[in-house]
């Protein structure tokens, strides 16, 4: 009896074994590590929030910063608090990022870029049916045309002498004030039929590897549709299938994209534009509390060093990435076995967080 107990252990201790080594083979991109000190590092949205945040944090690790912002005013006052903070100055230029030969003469101007970081972003929250086409079009030309129009410009200098000067990255914010889940979902909801344990499953496997959890805080990722988010969440999609598809053709380079998901995080926008959530997204997505920026920028730099492709920035956000890494590269082989090993228990949870918003959409109607 012995005998035959230890030989199924056996069994099933190696097949977890197995994965795990036919993963350790497969993952693609191999790791990376993307230097900071030394290198130019060219931020948007660098005026204020997590775009002044990170590039303080660069600057005080020793690169050569340049922001990029539409204010001319504010980009001098970010001046001259990272020089206050890190005593180094950083370049400055003004360009709004909807205009392709503005952002190209920017680029050009400051040289050859080691590290773009695209973290420009609006985000204007209604139904579609209220919503004016003028911003609809605006979201899109500003989060994902305005994009395309950095990444274009600086393609040409960064891939330049790329094999001399080492691994370079292209970071892409993509969501700044976009979907929130309630955590607690995973582990508490109840059904007819009592307490949905596989949900529970995933919360407990996510607190047994040590990831930093906040009960009270949502992550903030937008791959997931949800109302009141129709057009913001189209100008997001997008960035995702941009970020895919550019790694196929810029990993011979020795150029490594980031797809970065910050939670809702206190910056100076992030208030003005909650006053415009309609009423029933706000308690589908409704936010108990706010990431600082120092807090995400650590956290996406890790990941832009780490060349990793897609960036949570909290616990929910890692849950959210998991779930939806569908045929996104992974240099990870551990985090692509729990992918593989949670992928079915993820699915059962995005039906859990589904149903709950189907049901808060019926019952804020049956109210009406």
């Given at each position: 009896m012995a005998e035959a107990y230890f030989s199924l252990f056996s069994l099933l201790l190696s097949i977890p074994l197995f994965i795990l080594l036919i993963l350790f083979l497969i993952v693609r991109p191999k790791p990376v590590r993307v230097p900071i000190k030394n290198r130019h590092v060219f931020i948007t949205g660098g005026s204020s929030g997590i775009g002044l945040a990170l590039a303080r944090l660069c600057a005080q690790r020793g690169a050569h910063v340049t922001i990029l912002a539409r204010n001319a005013a504010r980009l001098e006052e970010a001046q001259h608090s990272i020089r206050l903070a890190t005593g180094r100055d950083v370049r400055a230029f003004s360009a709004d990022v909807r205009d392709y030969g503005a952002v190209k003469r920017a680029v050009e101007e400051a040289g050859p870029i080691d590290v773009l970081v695209c973290n420009h972003g609006v985000y204007v929250p209604q139904e579609l049916e209220e919503q004016d086409v003028e911003e609809i079009k605006f979201m899109i030309d500003v989060n994902l045309t305005g994009t395309f129009h950095l990444i274009k410009a600086a393609l040409p200098g960064m891939k330049s002498n790329r094999a001399e000067k080492g691994p370079g990255s292209i970071a892409?914010?993509?969501?700044?004030?976009?979907?929130?889940?309630?955590?607690?979902?995973?582990?508490?909801?109840?059904?007819?039929?009592?307490?949905?344990?596989?949900?529970?499953?995933?919360?407990?496997?996510?607190?047994?590897?040590?990831?930093?959890?906040?009960?009270?805080?949502?992550?903030?990722?937008?791959?997931?549709?949800?109302?009141?988010?129709?057009?913001?969440?189209?100008?997001?999609?997008?960035?995702?299938?941009?970020?895919?598809?550019?790694?196929?053709?810029?990993?011979?380079?020795?150029?490594?994209?980031?797809?970065?998901?910050?939670?809702?995080?206190?910056?100076?926008?992030?208030?003005?534009?909650?006053?415009?959530?309609?009423?029933?997204?706000?308690?589908?997505?409704?936010?108990?509390?706010?990431?600082?920026?120092?807090?995400?920028?650590?956290?996406?730099?890790?990941?832009?060093?780490?060349?990793?492709?897609?960036?949570?920035?909290?616990?929910?956000?890692?849950?959210?990435?998991?779930?939806?890494?569908?045929?996104?590269?992974?240099?990870?082989?551990?985090?692509?076995?729990?992918?593989?090993?949670?992928?079915?228990?993820?699915?059962?949870?995005?039906?859990?967080?589904?149903?709950?918003?189907?049901?808060?959409?019926?019952?804020?109607?049956?109210?009406?």
């Open positions: 892409i914010m993509s969501s700044q004030a976009g979907q929130n889940y309630d955590l607690r979902l995973l582990y508490t909801v109840y059904s007819s039929d009592g307490l949905i344990w596989g949900s529970w499953a995933i919360y407990k496997l996510f607190d047994t590897l040590k990831f930093d959890m906040k009960l009270n805080e949502r992550a903030d990722i937008c791959v997931v549709g949800i109302y009141g988010y129709t057009a913001y969440s189209a100008s997001k999609f997008g960035l995702k299938g941009l970020a895919e598809a550019l790694q196929h053709e810029v990993i011979a380079d020795d150029i490594h994209l980031s797809l970065i998901f910050p939670p809702d995080t206190e910056t100076p926008g992030f208030a003005e534009e909650n006053k415009r959530r309609p009423q029933l997204t706000s308690i589908i997505a409704a936010s108990s509390g706010a990431m600082k920026a120092e807090e995400v920028a650590l956290k996406s730099l890790k990941g832009i060093q780490s060349g990793t492709f897609m960036v949570p920035c909290n616990l929910e956000g890692k849950l959210l990435t998991v779930a939806t890494a569908g045929l996104s590269p992974q240099r990870s082989y551990v985090d692509a076995f729990v992918e593989v090993m949670t992928a079915g228990i993820m699915r059962l949870a995005g039906l859990v967080f589904q149903w709950n918003w189907f049901s808060s959409i019926a019952k804020w109607h049956a109210k009406k």
